[in-house]
């Protein structure tokens, strides 16, 4: 019985989801569910690329959040458009939370819409949001395990992007070995290695972000 | 409807927690139910505090992951029982879990039970094992604002581990803010910094182990 609830409640999401990317493609948006543990550098990573692109390309941010809206307010700064989401304890959005989201954006004036995720490698994973491609972060000092314990995440998403490079020095991580394990899970996804930070390895995430929007328009 | 289904689950879980706790009061055990972000070091804090103390306490850890047996084995190669749960997706360990560990462990020969829960802040938050006190184990490289996103894991807490304090030095993390968040939030917490991976500022977290098995036996 309690699968079976959790089976309707998991249906009745794909569909809203399914329902949220019709809506964004009928505009050419292209949507990224971007998903880490606390702290992984999700918020830092759009900050990033929003300084790099948004001379050329127009970018909104739905920002998740238990609580707060501090992530919000750092992409405000920026003079980009951006919705809180407060989840009010939910460990993850759903494609419901996104709609409602997506009513208070103006999508005939966005190219590139970054959803950020409550910050969890679990419970996100199951939910579809609407979005064209799921990003997961992992930053070094979480370690190269991770794939082997928080395997779905890994398996469910189309890029990997491996964080805080600038302290691997300092730090037991092997990167072969994390890249093994991924690539093991999920053969097909892109894997990128980048300091949001110092803007190290920036520019390989850049020209992907790039190549899907150009698609999306093809 | 959602919510009371979701309040029924929490109050049976509530109980099987107390029949929990009942259990280990009787065998004069120590519990404790470690909670985190995946990577902030949960396994390493048991590994550094089993050195220390495993000649004068007797001490077994119940695991909580996803999927694998890596942390367990870690830990089984210390010389301590050990009991793996895999929580095949659940992005929580709950008392029937908790239960059915105790059920395989001997209870007469243990002092201290350490309960690794599955790295997430959000949702071990919502549920009670059986535990004595909850620690929450808050990595410097996560940064220092995860009490205002997360603030239910850090007011249901009674201790703060803040680890990785060895890489304080590099990284943009206000220590004095950050205690300040929590404070405000839960006025009495204990809050530890140490390094489990240097062992520096480890002696007041074992002081408080000692004094809390103390007066547990008192």
Known sequence: MKVKVLQNILDANTQMAQKNQRLLDNHRILALNIMASPGAGKTSLILKTIARLKDKTRIAVIEGDIASTIDADRISDQGVAVVQINTGGGCHLDANMVENA???LKLN???????ENVGNLVCPAAFRLGEHKRVVLLS???GDDKPIKYPMMFTESE???INKTDLMPLLDFDL???KRKVIGL???????????KTGQGLDPWLSWLEAELKSLRA
């Open 186 to 196: 999920n053969p097909d996804v892109e894997i990128f290695q980048l300091s949001a």
């Open 176 to 178: 072969d070995a994390f």
């Open 109 to 115: 004036e966005i190219d590139l819409l970054f959803i």
């Open 159 to 161: 890029a990997v992007v």
């Open 102 to 104: 997506l009513n208070n």
């Open 140 to 142: 070094v000092p979480e």
